[in-house]
């Protein structure tokens, strides 16, 4: 493997590690400094509602700027966030306000940075001598990793010293993030002059916006796509954050719960795994059923709840199913989205993947309230049946090899053209 793909990939494992970190450090330390689980939950949303925003509107600056410095930067606004909370806890104690403060601070670069580092791919593969299947299987994979490393190191840190000490973790990995980042070539970053309008004014941030959504919305492909990746994470967040642990703490086994995450984990390594050996050796199309018919299974067996090794059985058949889709899904991203309009496309995609989650979490508790535990697992579940028929029956699921990519794709780029941004080469990124 070359020096660029090395690179990108260690910047985005040490940038997901420090994440997972804080995800297990940052509600302990919240319910220490405040004791309240109402605390934990407002930081929670006040940090959710300004990322949706920053999703949206970072886009068209992330179109605007190198990528590389977008993604240094948004590196060290998320590091900086969480490494001022116990700077402030040592100097004058923290309150429930610091918390919402540099949550929503944070907020401004997480998604952001996950936008930016997904519109650089493209340029990876083009630099880095790595096929796009092979470069977007090892992320998945290397994801999984990180999903498996983040709360056990936290655990580790807890157990030696106390919540700050992972919070300083956390904001050195996204320094050492932000610094692998800078070794990638500075050219590697820009925005290719074919993804430009050339001899065009400049456009105002809200009619670049507005562009990007007409693409979005102009394009059947990534339509679908992005409904099913929301989906997905909707109603993962359903049976991760409500169904399952009621589940557990009824048959009086709440320990078990860390271990689905730790089964989900597993299988999305083993599916980002084998896509990366095997991503060009299998029909596009066969991946994508794979990945939408074993996500399909996984949740039915989740949902059924029949028993603990079943449910730790569906959640890894269903990490391994989704790490399989994430990866085919990365690499039709990488041809099919305009050059000149990933940072606002991507943008909009991530913001609604962070918006999903919490609707998912509180459809599943309405219907817990109201239904039973059991009928909202099976109501939950049968949620993707509707994805599931889409991505078997939908025209244009059907053809996804490289010689069907111009179909959708160029339909995106005379949209990109019409908005004054000029013509994407399609599938340029597949020729490293």
Known sequence: MKSIPAVYLASSFLSLLGNSIAGVALPLLV????????????????????????GLVMGVVIDRINRRTASCITDLVSGASVAALPLVDAVTGLSIGWFVLFGIIGSLGDVPGLTAREALLPAVVRSGGLSAERLMGLREALSAVALLLGPAVAGTLLVLWDASAALWVTAATSLAAALLTLLIPRRVGEIPAAGRAEGTAPRGGWRMLRDGWRVLLGSPFLLLTTALSL????????????????????????ELLGFV????????????????????????????LAGVLGSGAGFGVIAALASPGAVLAGAALLGAASGVFGSLVGVLMIERIPEAMRGRIMGTQNALLTAAPPLGIVAAALLTEFAGLGAAAIAIAAIWIGPLLLGVFAPPLRSLDR??????????????????????????????
């Open 231 to 254: 989906v997905s994470a909707l109603l993962l967040a359903a049976l991760q954050a409500l169904i399952l642990p009621v589940y557990f703490t009824q048959i009086g086994r709440p």
């Open 31 to 54: 319910l220490q400094i405040t004791g309240s689980a109402l605390g934990a939950g407002a930081v929670a949303a006040a940090s959710a509602v300004p990322a949706v925003f920053a």
């Open 261 to 288: 995450l730790t089964a989900l984990a597993a299988g999305m390594l083993l599916g980002g795994g084998g896509y990366a050996l095997a991503g060009t050796r299998l029909s596009r199309r066969g991946w994508l």
């Open 403 to 432: 010689e069907g990519a111009g179909d959708d794709g160029d339909h995106g780029n005379d949209h990109d053209t019409a908005a004054g941004a000029g013509p994407a080469r399609n599938g340029e990124a597949h020729g490293a």
